[in-house]
């Protein structure tokens, strides 16, 4: 039997009349759907809108949670009490849950957006906060509520360590450092534009196979997921190409539940 991967994507990051990316487009692409709860983007109409367009395909629905930070779009980074960080983070969790509900389907998994994501890859306090917040949720969401994090990352040993299922994620087009970590976006080359190149990339991580780290050196990354950004210019396009280049070589795309 072949490898397995899940393709997921951030998405009902529209705000009242402003509207971001394509989201129809993708869930026709995606198997796994990271959907903003209102911290960092989207609405309650956008946020109930998104789930039944996934629920409808049969989307795998996770919360995209995130700072408080309308403003900034999840990306600066703040700092909380251990208290504060762990109820928004629950509230989140539990809106998208509502909205969820409502369409008929679930929320199976929870995507720290942003800042959020970076900070507790390597903070200690913070990511015990979200855990804390992912281990209440299971009272509405149901005991397989997961985490999807970066491996390596602070939030996976410490998701593992208190029983939460992780989703190991991986990004399609981002350049890696030597030791896995993501390169900089302030450094040229950290966002790989070669769709070619993507595709490559993305059939190697679902095989298991290492890829080339931003020093040339090779590189192994472990994933059950892939990130497609749905932000960037001819995103739909590239995503499209990726699953195809996938399913070519082999691959299942599916979000393993």
Not at 63 to 83: C, E, I, K, T
Not at 112 to 120: C, D, E, F, K, S
Not at 153 to 160: D, F, G, K, N, T
């Amino acid at each position: 039997m072949g490898a397995t991967i899940d393709l997921n994507s951030d998405l009902g990051e529209a705000f009242g009349s402003w509207t971001m990316g394509d989201d129809i487009a993708l869930l026709d692409i995606v198997t796994s759907a990271n959907i903003a709860c209102g911290y960092h983007a989207g609405d309650a109409s956008v946020m109930v809108e998104t789930c039944e367009a996934a629920a409808a395909r049969g989307i795998r629905i996770g919360a995209h949670v995130a700072y408080r930070d309308l403003a900034g779009f999840g990306r600066r980074r703040m700092d909380y009490s251990h208290r504060e960080l762990r109820a928004e983070t629950l509230y989140q969790i539990g809106a998208l849950s509502a909205c969820a509900r409502a369409a008929g389907a679930e929320v199976s998994y929870v995507k720290p957006h942003g800042a959020l994501y970076n900070r507790i890859a390597v903070d200690e306090t913070q990511a015990a906060a979200v855990v804390e917040a992912l281990l209440l949720a299971r009272s509405t969401c149901g005991d397989n509520l997961a985490i999807m994090a970066q491996p390596g990352s602070v939030i996976e040993r410490l998701s593992l360590d208190a029983g939460l299922p992780v989703i190991r994620e991986a990004f399609a087009d981002r350049a890696y450092n030597p030791d896995g970590t993501l390169v900089s976006r302030a450094l040229e080359g950290s966002v790989i534009v070669d769709p070619d190149a993507v595709v490559k990339r993305v059939i190697a991580m679902a095989d298991g196979e290492p890829i080339t780290a931003y020093d040339g050196s090779p590189l192994a990354v472990r994933a059950d997921s892939i990130c497609l950004h749905g932000d960037t210019p001819g995103a739909v396009e590239l995503s499209r190409k990726i699953r195809q280049g996938l399913v070519d070589a082999g691959v299942t795309v599916a979000a393993d539940t």
